[in-house]
């Protein structure tokens, strides 16, 4: 039979527009979050984290919101590029347990 | 640092096949993850190691697999006899604590089984 694979969400945005790709975690006692960016033939890279006594943290042309209540999770990623175009992974986590990875998020930056 | 480091990066074996991959994970970090990547299935932990201890090893596909951890700096994945679903990339990652610091992944093996 045909075989299928893994369809990820897909966002497409222009080069130079604000991106945003979100996440929706499961466990509520999470208390650490974890961005991945991983780029065709590369490994999943660490672009940025987020511990539960935050909601918000900026780094470098990208800021991740925390939402506990709901339990939603964004990365922001500013003036995107063509090199941001990468699937993007979120990782929910907390001290002594594996961190659950989120199934990704293709971005796809037209020039 | 170098960052985490596996070789090879790309392997080609026939069916029946013994494949053994490597891992030398950031100095300092005390724990380990392999990993198996697929676009069916996606990103798969198979096996977790904590100071050198295999702690959890329910992802593990069968016996075929196996995973070792000698020393803080090197691990093996090792897959015996080979099979085409194995195809797949296997990233080896490291981190600092068990739970609750990001892992740091290395460039991955790509397994072709034919």
């Known amino acids: 039979g045909e075989s299928v694979g893994l369809h990820l969400p897909t966002l497409s945005v222009q080069e130079g527009d604000n991106s945003i790709i979100n996440c929706a975690y499961s466990?509520?006692?999470?208390?650490?979050f974890i961005w991945y960016k991983q780029e065709s033939g590369k490994g999943p890279q660490f672009i940025i984290d987020?511990?539960?006594?935050?909601d918000k943290r900026q780094g470098q042309r990208v800021t991740v919101l925390l939402n506990k209540t709901v339990k939603h999770l964004s990365l922001q990623i500013a003036a995107t590029q063509p090199g941001d175009s990468a699937v993007y992974f979120c990782a929910e986590n907390m001290m002594g347990y594996i961190p659950t990875f989120g199934r990704g998020t293709s971005l796809i930056v037209h020039p | 640092d170098a960052g985490v480091i596996q070789s090879p990066r790309h392997e080609v074996t026939e069916m029946g096949q013994e494949v053994t991959l490597r891992c030398k994970p950031i100095s300092g970090h005390n724990s380990l993850f392999w990993y198996r990547q697929t676009m069916m299935r996606g990103l798969e932990l198979l096996i977790y190691f904590n100071n050198n201890v295999p702690i959890d090893d329910s992802g593990m596909p069968e016996d075929r697999f196996s995973a070792k951890m000698p020393n803080a700096s090197f691990s093996t994945l090792k897959i015996q006899p080979s099979e085409p679903r194995d195809s797949a990339v296997y990233f080896c990652a490291s981190s600092f604590g068990q739970g609750g610091y990001a892992q740091y992944f290395g460039p991955g093996t790509r397994l072709t089984v034919t």
């Open positions: 987020i511990r539960s006594n935050m």
């Open positions: 466990n509520s006692a999470s208390d650490y």
